[in-house]
């Protein structure tokens, strides 16, 4: 399977401010998608990062919020706009390729909101 | 809606025993399941998956079962071990890489 990397692996930051999550994979993967796993909870997925275009979001997340880019086939970003202390979660980047619906996901960013 | 549930939120088991943890789900039309581990501080890993066309697939330690009939997944790990200790969740595709994760069950492992 893919070898995926974040950055930053955590941060604390400050209300109102913006955080930007880089996700980072060895191959060139199909499908490149974001997670938010509030603490103690299960995954929800906030988006699908799409290559060259818009990304594609679910129910409840909004691009001003959470704006994704997807430059190439390796690697995607996701910033958390206008942070606010229930921002506070994990963010997991995961990916997928064309032969398979299996997800493989990166280590996480511990985000702390005070 | 969809929903991907799963019975117990923690399961406590001794060293040695084995586990079995379980998993509802609704959507009649999944036909791609995925058990993942979650160990603290770490992303979920892919631990084995099975397709509708199964009901029963089986791996190093562990075996997932699939009841269609009841829309009901099970995860069973054989000797469990320390490092097994986790959260485990369930996982739900209907193609295309659309993907709903259930609430998770926290596995203790007893010395």
């Known amino acids: 399977s893919a070898v995926i990397s974040q950055k930053p692996s955590r941060d604390i930051c400050q209300r109102g401010t913006s955080l930007t999550i880089q996700c980072q994979v060895d191959s060139q993967v199909t499908m490149m998608f974001w997670y938010r796993q509030q603490p103690g909870q299960s995954l929800t997925l906030i988006a699908t990062a799409n290559q060259g275009s818009e990304a594609t979001y679910e129910s409840g997340f909004v691009i001003d919020k959470f704006p994704i880019s997807r430059p190439n086939l390796t690697f995607s970003t996701l910033t958390v706009s206008n942070l606010s202390p229930e921002d506070s979660s994990i963010y997991l980047c995961s990916v997928g390729t064309s032969n398979t619906d299996t997800q493989y996901f990166g280590p996480g960013t511990r985000l702390t909101v005070l | 809606g969809e929903s991907v549930g799963l019975h117990l939120p923690t399961l406590s088991v001794q060293e040695g025993d084995n586990s079995i943890i379980n998993c509802a789900y609704s959507?009649?039309?999944?036909?791609?399941f995925i058990w993942y581990k979650q160990e603290s501080g770490k992303g979920p890993q892919f631990i084995i998956d099975?397709?509708?066309?199964?009901d029963k697939r089986q791996g190093q330690r562990v075996t997932v079962l699939l009841n269609k009939t009841v829309k009901h997944l099970s995860l069973q790990i054989a000797a469990t071990q320390p490092g097994d200790s986790a959260v485990y969740f369930c996982?739900?595709?209907?193609?295309?890489?659309?993907?709903?994760f259930g609430a998770g069950t926290r596995l203790f492992v007893k010395a």
């Open positions: 099975i397709r509708s066309n199964m």
């Open positions: 959507n009649s039309a999944s036909d791609y």
């Open positions: 996982a739900e595709n209907t193609g295309g890489f659309k993907t709903i």
